[in-house]
């Protein structure tokens, strides 16, 4: 199968392989158990939003990176009807405080009805639990990237011509495809829309020739959905 062709189906296997994900993730955790000193605060929110959870983390290391913070912090899903997952992490960011605690903000997105917590490993302190209401939503999500154009205004990636790259794809209301579009060594703003909520992830690019590189390490983005991240680093070349 000739490259085009592959990456013409990467968005319909993403959906695939996220469904499958969905599948193996339906089996339910026990209740978290709040340690002494720990809040037991459990909010209720609906399907298909979002919360910002911000906390800090003694993680015992010097300066400890995000991708590290959000391996120690265990998700937990307890669905009301068994199946899937209830919650999902879009992005996180942070930096480490003077006393040399971690200062962490996860953007939490709700899919399904149920009980979903976060939990640190190192002491087991609940971070977040809530109680999830309303209907399901479809496990299947369509990847949405948009791209600005240096001056505040943002244009939908077409990836109608199942582009090899992002930038080959064309640019929705325009005529000129993303290479004509973004000047090399420019920098652009790319937002990437994959969850319930509809919730955008935003991440500052540069284009260095026929490649793009992330000017920052954070935000971290989809960490709770790799095969979104595999397919975003393939059409943005960070790979």
Avoid at 45 to 65: H, I, R, S, Y
Avoid at 122 to 133: C, D, H, P, S, Y
Avoid at 197 to 224: E, M, N, Q
Wanted: charged letters at 25%; proline letters at 7%.
């Amino acid at each position: 199968m000739s490259n085009e062709k592959k990456l013409g189906l990467l968005a319909l296997l993403l959906c695939l392989v996220l469904q499958g994900c969905d599948r193996k993730s339906s089996a339910t955790s026990p209740p978290p158990q709040s340690p002494a000193g720990a809040s037991s605060d459990v909010q209720t929110m609906e399907v298909a939003k979002a919360v910002m959870v911000t906390v800090e983390l003694d993680m015992g290391k010097k300066n400890p990176t995000i991708a590290e913070a959000l391996s120690e912090i265990e998700r937990r899903h307890q669905p009301d009807d068994g199946q899937g997952r209830t919650f999902a992490v879009l992005d996180a960011y942070g930096e480490m405080t003077p006393e040399g605690k971690l200062h962490i903000s996860m953007h939490v997105s709700s899919e399904r009805p149920g009980t979903g917590s976060l939990i640190f490993k190192g002491t087991g302190e609940v971070l977040w639990t809530a109680k999830i209401i309303g209907q399901p939503v479809s496990p299947i999500k369509n990847l949405t990237i948009l791209i600005d154009d240096g001056a505040g205004k943002t244009f939908t990636i077409d990836g109608s011509n199942n582009p090899q790259s992002i930038l080959d794809a064309k640019i929705q209301g325009r005529s000129e495809i993303v290479r004509e579009f973004w000047p090399d060594k420019a920098e652009r703003e790319f937002t990437f829309i994959y969850s319930a909520c509809g919730c955008p992830v935003k991440v500052k690019v540069k284009r260095a020739g026929d490649k793009t590189l992330r000017t920052s390490d954070t935000p971290v983005i989809f960490p709770d959905d790799p095969a979104a991240v595999v397919t975003i680093s393939r059409l943005m070349r960070w790979q």
